[in-house]
């Protein structure tokens, strides 16, 4: 079933979506492959490097991402503030965050987020503002 559903999607040349599909199935290697190979002939897209990021665990890959995108990838600064996040560096998440809540607002976890962030570092009043007050 799952090789079916990937020979469809590699013949509807979904990229993303067989990107994703790898990833899902613990075949980080072979989309990292695809990754690679598209970049060379194509070039750098958003999409793909933040693609590197998840697959290397490295939160360069969203910062080149955003910067690639001019800052209009949201999903760069969405991946940057949860890495950040994970690893306990909760101002830097806040940031990553805000960028990212401001071009795009419709991701309420991405708002909780933030509000937990602010709560953490004592930004209390501040962290009940950004939760409930989505703007």
Known sequence: ?????LLITFQVNDLERLIESYLKTGRGGAAEALIKEEISKHGETP???CFLGDIN?????Y???WELSKSTYPKAQRLLANFERTHNHLPEAIVAYELALAINSSFPDCWFCLGWCAFEIGLLLWAVYKCVDFR
């Not at 079933?1 to 559903?5: A, E, K, L």
């Not at 665990?57 to 890959?61: E, S, V």
Request: proline share 6%.
């Open 57 to 61: 665990t490295d939160p360069t890959y």
């Open 1 to 5: 079933m799952f090789r079916v559903s």
């Open 47 to 49: 999409a793909l490097l």
């Open 63 to 65: 910062s080149k991402a």
